[in-house]
């Protein structure tokens, strides 16, 4: 088998963002990515080594943008969009650490999926 000569990684040069963050109750979930939709950093409570009932907390989701934000500005970043998904209680505190570090966050959607009426309802109880 020959020997593949390894392509050396470019530093990528982005200037601005966009940034997906999945809020449940029970974990946070945030990925930085291109427009383009490449993602260029991901984390969540659980990488950063919050366990149980503690990963849902709004200062584990600040602690994810915090890390994230200070990633995302070696690499040029200077303004981000955000897209909040969920109903937990981390979506406002990512938008605050992404802010507080510097970065200009120039839009706030809410893409949460609402139901359309949604399934069928369970049936009638009876006592």
Known sequence: MAYKKKTKKQKRHVETAIVH??????NTLVSVTTPEG?????????AL???????????????????LAREAGAIGVRTVEVN????GSGRDSVVRAFQSSGLNVSI???????????PRPPKKRRV
């Open 21 to 26: 963050v999945k809020s449940t109750f029970n």
């Open 38 to 46: 490449e993602v260029l950093f991901r984390g969540s409570s659980g």
């Open 49 to 67: 080594g919050f366990k149980g009932s503690r990963k849902g907390t709004p200062f584990a989701a600040s602690q994810i943008g915090t890390n």
């Open 84 to 87: 909040l998904q969920g109903p």
């Open 108 to 118: 706030l959607r809410d893409v949460t999926p609402l139901p359309h009426n949604g």
